[in-house]
């Protein structure tokens, strides 16, 4: 992984003021960290594998008294957010985990959430959906949740696990909309890597407490989320649009308020790396990107005008800076961690929608990598920029990657000659 | 029905909700059952004979309020000491707790409660005002212990006359150092007399004090006790090292070592059998308990033959002593019978019946007879009504004689077991006062007693009984040292989070906290109110209790209750 502690603090090496300690943790224990000195006020939850050691660490936060925080022990996902849901409308900063069909079974409350605009932040851990049983990452379970009105980060390294967490509450409670920062499974949340903790008073400075727009009050009570009419429903929807379309905004406010605070920047919605000059952009998100930068690092180094964009917001989508890298580079190719039966990759269509519109269209690759845990390699992101440098247009709108099939009909590319030399044949 | 106001987006609330308090809507008018508060009584609380309220001082042990927990305690019981430590505490047969896990150590915690407070002198005020009556108690073992000390919370001034020389009947002579410590007793009875009630020492009704004597007193509870052994009826029962359970025990307590042989052979399945046969290990001999019917019927409180085993006691079941031999005036040998069960008699148990030509003979030369024991009533000045050995009483206690009143193992309590004869006392001393022409309050309990399947036990994890600690076997054979230690502050506070708290409300919350209405909420003084305006009577409050402590009853039932009340 990359890391980026030393790269984004200005003093060669040593850490910056805002750091209390730095620990070798897992991403499921960056995330417990984070809302520890988010001072999280309500934590609810169900264990499921691999998101389980996040309530972990918190159980033990919990009732250690490092956070003062009730902890309420549910009989099942859809409890949980209920919990979430029933505490944050009374004022609360809310917590909840899951994964894969814990996500699934919450469905229903992801809505009410969004609907009640709860600034509810949770983590999940991304992993495929069952059958056949997989505990491993893909990301079709937050991707399923696309349309219930919540916000949805993917993180590359620990560390941005523990960040967004902290940059989540903010964005969420700003715009009062719920957020779900995703992680892959096992390649974030069981590998530790160093992650800065901050000071808690420099957490306290940039995430004050909590001031909800509107609280149940028993002292009054009022029908929360009533029957509404078909001569305001549509408003009422508008309105949640319209916060989602404010949040890209403040994701990019809060991002560079967040870098001034703590000296690490995630770019806002988007990272781009080696995109200024580049011809040939791969689109992608969460840990792939880390191995897509080793990728792109060793294709630069041989004179291949590759680049990266890494796609940190899935909602709200980065339309405009999709848009505008499209102004400058002649292909972009996605990498989707997931697939739409029937269709393409999600991100992949998504990228073409924004597209359509805009004044300049580069030829547009969709890519299937890495489901149920497959690993995506440095060799896998090669063989992607090698079909993308050799081909002017995609052959089939849905390219599946390192396909164990006799008859899968892909052509083999071949292999490209670059300024710098033969690009290597190994694993393309 | 208010309209909303807002015409345009933006201004619009971002969330729907209605402009006005929903408390307007009576949705109270849906319900047709009502949830309402009512303690009910604890198993425990039944079973215990002293009638203590387990519940209401467990919780004050969770406080950590042990001197209040301890007044609690003394509400019934003078003795928590004594009872915490040689109670056969029929409580914690009825614990709910059992059928769940294992049965709550109640006793261990009423004697950690008693040793917290064992320098603790001062007594609960007593608010009753002095009554010009006094009684007279004859007898200072625990049932006249029990019944001085409630008349004396009663006002009444007490005498209790005492034949030894020294307070506590049985507590003292029958009960050996290694289970009850005579510190405890000196502690608890010194409490007693702190409160008013005055023992006369070397005083026997009979002997050096007249009968007569006791005309002085407006009632008299006599409470002599059953200090005399059963003779097992054979011969050679007068020889030399032939012992009664009751004069060996009596001996060790009064500091002198009986003269007993390598090998002590013990009659008996009671606990001053094994009393008996503990003692005798403790004095480094051989103990061996020889009981007529089998183990599942001896009367001795199942820990203690467990405890003897632990010791070394050995039992020999289904056999019975035949008679006696002896060499110049000296016992020699025992001759024994074979046993077997037959019919079951009047107690329930299976009645021994000899097995003829089944004799066989064994040297002994100490032989303890420890068969039962019963009240030397000799002293009586005129004849009293009888049942079997003991005095006949009254369901108040009354002995038909007018003023006199008897209870205790004299009379009440043929197993001899001290929280019944404390039971006695206290209910006597309640009849003494309403004879005097007082009339004395229930003790409150209700009629409605928590069934196990009542308890919710989402709220309470499986958990292990306390271990008691004990001194190690092989130092608690050598010498009379108390064996079982009291639980430290961190197990009696485990133990008593083990507790249900069956039918006591403890404002847990849980009700108020799942009520779907938010109908329930506390006043000024933290009580409980419910909204019945909003109270749907869905029963979640009920159901969710984790100690049935509410109930829901049909609506339109408390409206009848009142009305009855008012009537």
Known sequence: MINRMSKSNGNGGLLHPSVDRVLVIEGTHAASYAVKLARVQVIAAYPITPQTSVVEKLSEIVSGGELQAKFIKVESEHSAMACCIGSSISGARAFTATSSQGLALMHELLHWAAGSRLPIVMVNVNRAMAPPWSIYVDHNDSLSQRDTGWLQFYAESNQEVMDTVLQAYKIAETVSLPVMINLDAFVLSHTSEPVAIPKQEVVDEFLPARKALFKVDTADPKAFGALIGPDAYMEMRYKLFQAMEDARAVIRDVDLEFSAKFGRSYGGLVEEYFTEDAEVVLLTSATAVSTARIAVDELRSMGFPVGLMKLRAFRPFPVDEIRALAQRVKKIGVMDRNISFGATGIIYQETKAVLYNAPVRPSLFGFIAGLGGRDITPETIKEIFSYLLNHDEPERETIWISLKSDSAGQEEPPIPEGPGGRMKSEGV | ?567
């Open chain 2, 1 to 567: 029905m208010t309209r909303y106001k807002y015409t345009t987006v933006e201004e619009m609330p971002p969330l729907a909700f209605s402009l006005e308090s929903t408390r307007k809507i009576p949705t109270g008018s849906w319900r047709h059952v009502r949830p309402v508060y009512k303690n009910k009584t604890s198993p425990c609380e039944v079973g215990c004979p002293a009638g203590e309220k387990i519940p209401v001082y467990f919780d004050l042990v969770r406080q950590k309020k042990y001197e209040e927990a301890w007044y609690k305690i003394l509400e019934d019981n003078p003795l928590p000491g004594v009872t915490g430590r040689v109670c056969y505490h029929p409580c914690e047969g009825q614990c709910n707790r059992k059928p769940y896990d294992e049965a709550v150590a109640i006793h261990n915690i009423e004697r950690f409660v008693a040793d917290k407070n064992l320098r603790n002198k001062k007594l609960p005020q007593v608010s009753e005002t002095p009554k010009s009556e006094k009684v007279a108690v004859i007898g200072s073992g625990p049932a006249g212990l029990s019944c001085a000390y409630q008349l004396s919370r009663k006002g009444y001034r007490t005498v209790i006359f005492e034949a030894d020389h020294e307070p506590g009947g049985m507590l003292r002579y029958g009960i050996p150092e290694y289970r009850l410590p005579k510190k405890i007793l000196d502690k608890e009875i010194a409490d007693i007399e702190s409160l008013g009630v005055e023992i006369r020492m070397d005083s026997r009704i009979g002997g050096n004090v007249a009968w007569s004597e006791l005309e002085k007193f407006d009632a008299v509870f006599v409470a002599v006790g059953a200090m005399r052994s059963r003779k097992m009826d054979v011969a050679g029962e007068g020889l030399k090292g032939v012992y009664t359970g009751v004069d060996f025990l009596r001996d060790l307590s009064t500091g002198i070592v009986p003269k007993v042989g390598r090998q002590v052979l013990v009659v008996g399945g009671g606990n001053t059998a094994i009393d008996a046969a503990r003692s005798a290990v403790r004095l480094g001999k051989k103990a061996t308990i020889l009981y007529r019917r089998t183990r599942a019927e001896m009367p001795a409180v199942p820990e203690e033959i467990e405890e003897a085993e632990k010791e070394g006691v050995r039992f020999e079941f289904l056999v019975a002593p035949a008679k006696i031999t002896g060499v110049k005036g000296k016992a020699s040998k025992i001759e024994l019978i074979k046993m077997k069960l037959g019919e079951p008699d009047a107690s329930g148990r299976r009645r021994p019946v000899p097995v003829k030509g089944s004799n066989y003979t064994m040297a002994a030369d100490t032989i303890i007879s420890a068969i039962g024991e019963e009240p030397d009533l000799s002293f009586l000045p005129y004849s009293f009504l009888k049942k079997g050995v003991r005095l006949f009483v009254d369901d108040d206690y009354s002995t038909g004689v007018p003023g006199i009143f008897a209870g205790g193992d004299a009379a009440t309590n043929p197993n001899g077991t001290v929280v019944n004869a404390i039971r006695a006392g206290k209910d006597a001393a309640k009849s003494i006062d309403e004879f005097l022409g007082w009339r004395t309050q229930s003790n409150g309990l209700s009629h409605d007693v928590v069934h196990p399947d009542d308890v919710n036990t989402f709220y309470f994890p499986h958990e292990k009984r306390v271990k008691v600690p004990r001194i190690a076997v092989e130092k608690s054979k050598a010498s009379f040292t108390e064996v079982n230690r009291t639980l430290t502050e961190g197990q009696a506070l485990d133990e008593a989070e083990r507790c249900f708290t069956c039918g006591t409300c403890l404002h847990c919350d849980v009700c108020l906290t799942f009520c779907p209405d938010v109908a329930i909420s506390k006043d000024k003084d933290g009580e409980y109110v419910i909204d019945y305006d909003h109270c749907k009577g869905c029963g979640i409050c009920v159901n969710e209790c984790p100690r049935e402590a509410m109930e829901l009853v049909p609506e339109g039932a408390h409206e009848v209750e009142e009305e009855a009340v008012q009537a």
